[in-house]
């Protein structure tokens, strides 16, 4: 079976997943110092990378439904990867359980 969308997924959520910590490195760093400090100083070039990762998130929500309807996953599991995509650190390990779901189902069945 062709690989080429799994691949897609994984590659586009862990891009996802490190933009995601980019953006919150920046948000936390804003938030957390003076008014002078580098992180306020460089806000546009992180309203830039947030506006990036937002486009990137909607193409990974597409490629999850596109795997959904492949994969025939529930409607749970799907808003599942979705919503765990979006919180730091958890969306790699999403990933990862996501991978492996679609390996599992492409085992070959037991011999009884």
């Known amino acids: 079976m062709n690989d080429r969308l799994l691949r897609a997924y994984q590659v586009m959520a862990t891009i996802v997943g490190l933009n995601l910590l980019i953006v919150m490195a920046g948000f936390i760093g804003k938030i957390a110092t003076d008014a002078g400090s580098w992180w306020n100083l460089n ?50 390990w999403s990933e990862r359980r996501t991978t492996l779901r679609v390996h599992a189902g492409r085992q070959p069945a037991a011999a009884v």
């Open 43 to 92: 806000q546009d070039m992180f309203l830039v990378i947030d506006q990036v990762h937002g486009f990137l998130f909607m193409i990974l929500i597409v490629i999850v439904a596109r795997l959904t309807l492949r994969e025939k996953w529930s409607w749970g599991f799907m808003l599942s990867v979705i919503v765990l995509a979006c919180i730091p650190f958890v969306s790699f």
